[in-house]
């Protein structure tokens, strides 16, 4: 999907500023039945994105938010239906409207992510309420995807770093040690005790880098 709709863009008063308009679509045996829901819907949602479509030409092209399918008495065609959405790609919520709810299995309709079944007869009261708890659950689950993908960033940003760490101390060996080396040949002049102190530090700073690199190695499971 583009951008990400609100739930409270479902309501008659209004979207919220920048909040996509929720797209519905509509199917059912007879065009008419879904022209006649989806014309209630575009009345009660006047800021949602409604349409109406036979059975017979469910398609995932359109990708709508929510697909509601009104099969009527036979459930059956309406589970085929969702079926073909599903195995084309079709994603988004799905409601099934049918005249018996308990004629729809469980297991069934779960395995084809139908997100409620709706007795025909209650559809004018309770269309609302479902649609507005199915695509709360929409947005929070877009939150959620959106959390991980900043997580998952985060995680490739540690390892990244990480891998620049185990690289670091390979870096710095060899000039270390040459630098060690030059000031144990330097320290053998013949020097002042100005110049000895200094070449004292510069031997001292240069073991102690030593080890922290042996320390780096050690973090990072290689040997020296």
Known sequence: MDATYQPSALSPTGPVTGARRPRITCLAPDYGVAEDVASTLRRLL???SVEATSIAMVTHADAPDCL????????GEGIDAIGRFRARGGEGAILLVVDDPGAVEAVSAAMLGIDEVLAARSIGT???TVLHRVFAAQ????????????????CHTLLAAGRSVTRLPHRLNNPLAALL??????????????????????LAISHRLIAEVRHLEGMSGDSI
């Open 68 to 75: 509601i399918v009104l099969p009527g008495a036979d459930a």
């Open 46 to 48: 006047p800021d949602a």
């Open 181 to 202: 080396a030059e000031a144990e040949l330097l320290r053998l002049e013949p020097l002042s005790c100005d110049q000895r102190d200094a070449v004292d530090r510069i």
């Open 139 to 154: 947005s929070r689950a877009s939150h959620e995807a959106a959390a991980l993908t900043r997580y998952l960033a985060h």
């Open 126 to 128: 309770d269309v609302l």
